[in-house]
């Protein structure tokens, strides 16, 4: 049987099973690592990526440019991806919305754990800390938890030669759609989404700093998307007319439950006047 198949009809069996965190690490563990320590598995993915250009043109895109996505459960139970570390690109600390078992497949991977300081009262701004490091060799394994719980960076050992990893991510029942990346040197923390989705936050930021009339309109429309545009929307709308903004979130019912935190410090970081607004 295929090796990919089998790890994944392995691990769907084991998460209609337990719901219990320290099983699925326990269980995962020994999975992921089994299939890291048999590279073949790259084979016929690898070569699909280096030699024919219908299948590479009909990939869907993802956040991370270094991402190889080997399968998507069809309950959206979990998902199993691969992760190239080049040398030359410096990734940066970002979390994540589910829990994640990662091993080394090629080369050696330094992780770096980071813990969040601040409360997360401030919309943009983010200050982390490193608390562990480890090096990843081939078939050792690392987790990570979501949110403020999972943040790390990771990046090859090797200053020549690329590394790669392998990750299983379970249901993302905390968040969709982006992930949260911090820039330890400027203390702010940004978001990092689907590159189908990425040009229109860029654009939503860019409005908020036109002073004229037309891009309030805009906004006010772009404030109908999904819940993690929304949130663009209405910071780019606080710096092209506060006065918008804040009645729209006095006004409205906005997104889903877990993000409702996140709007409330989003609002009265615009009410009081923080930088920025």
Same mark, same amino acid.
């Given at each position: 049987?295929?090796?990919?198949?089998?790890?994944?009809?392995?691990?769907?069996?084991?998460?209609?099973?337990?719901?219990?965190?320290?099983?699925?690490?326990?269980?995962?563990?020994? %999975?992921?690592?089994? %299939?890291?320590?048999?590279?073949?598995? !790259? *084979?016929?993915?690898?070569?699909?990526?280096?030699?024919?250009?219908?299948?590479?043109?009909?990939?869907?895109?993802?956040?991370?440019?270094?991402?190889?996505?080997?399968?998507?459960?069809?309950?959206? %139970?979990?998902?199993? $991806?691969?992760?190239?570390?080049?040398?030359?690109?410096?990734?940066? &600390?970002?979390? #994540?919305?589910?829990?994640?078992?990662?091993?080394?497949?090629?080369?050696?991977?330094?992780?770096?754990?980071?813990? $969040?300081?601040?409360?997360?009262?401030?919309?943009?701004?983010?200050?982390?800390?490193?608390?562990?490091?480890?090096?990843?060799?081939?078939?050792?394994?690392?987790?990570?938890?979501?949110?403020?719980?999972?943040?790390?960076?990771? +990046?090859?050992?090797?200053?020549?030669?690329?590394?790669?990893? %392998? #990750? !299983?991510?379970?249901?993302?029942?905390?968040?969709?759609?982006?992930?949260?990346?911090?820039?330890? #040197?400027?203390?702010?923390?940004?978001?990092?989404?689907?590159?189908?989705?990425?040009?229109?936050?860029?654009?939503? *930021?860019?409005?908020?700093?036109?002073?004229?009339?037309?891009?309030?309109?805009?906004? +006010?429309?772009?404030?109908?998307? *999904?819940?993690?545009?929304?949130?663009?929307?209405?910071?780019?709308?606080?710096?092209?007319?506060?006065?918008?903004?804040?009645?729209?979130?006095?006004?409205?019912?906005?997104?889903?439950?877990?993000?409702? +935190? $996140?709007?409330?410090?989003?609002?009265? &970081?615009?009410?009081?006047?923080?930088?920025?607004?």
């Amino acid at each position: 049987m295929d090796l990919i198949s089998s790890l994944c009809d392995e691990v769907r069996e084991m998460l209609k099973t337990t719901d219990n965190q320290g099983d699925i690490f326990s269980r995962g563990r020994m %999975l992921v690592s089994g %299939l890291a320590l048999k590279p073949v598995f !790259l *084979k016929e993915i690898f070569q699909k990526f280096a030699v024919d250009d219908d299948f590479l043109m009909n990939r869907a895109l993802t956040p991370d440019p270094n991402e190889v996505t080997l399968y998507i459960d069809p309950d959206r %139970l979990f998902s199993l $991806r691969l992760y190239i570390w080049d040398p030359a690109v410096s990734y940066p &600390a970002h979390d #994540h919305g589910s829990w994640g078992i990662v091993s080394c497949v090629a080369g050696e991977i330094l992780e770096r754990k980071y813990e $969040r300081v601040d409360d997360g009262s401030k919309p943009g701004y983010a200050k982390i800390r490193e608390v562990k490091s480890a090096i990843l060799k081939p078939g050792e394994t690392t987790v990570v938890l979501p949110l403020n719980q999972g943040i790390h960076k990771m +990046e090859s050992i090797y200053k020549d030669t690329p590394s790669i990893s %392998l #990750h !299983l991510y379970g249901k993302p029942l905390i968040r969709r759609g982006y992930l949260e990346c911090y820039n330890i #040197h400027k203390d702010t923390v940004y978001r990092l989404m689907s590159p189908y989705r990425y040009g229109r936050a860029y654009v939503l *930021k860019a409005l908020g700093s036109i002073r004229e009339d037309w891009p309030v309109e805009i906004l +006010e429309q772009a404030l109908m998307d *999904k819940p993690y545009m929304q949130y663009e929307a209405l910071r780019a709308l606080a710096l092209a007319d506060k006065a918008a903004a804040l009645n729209y979130m006095e006004t409205k019912k906005i997104g889903e439950v877990p993000l409702k +935190e $996140r709007f409330a410090d989003l609002y009265e &970081a615009i009410k009081i006047g923080l930088p920025g607004y």
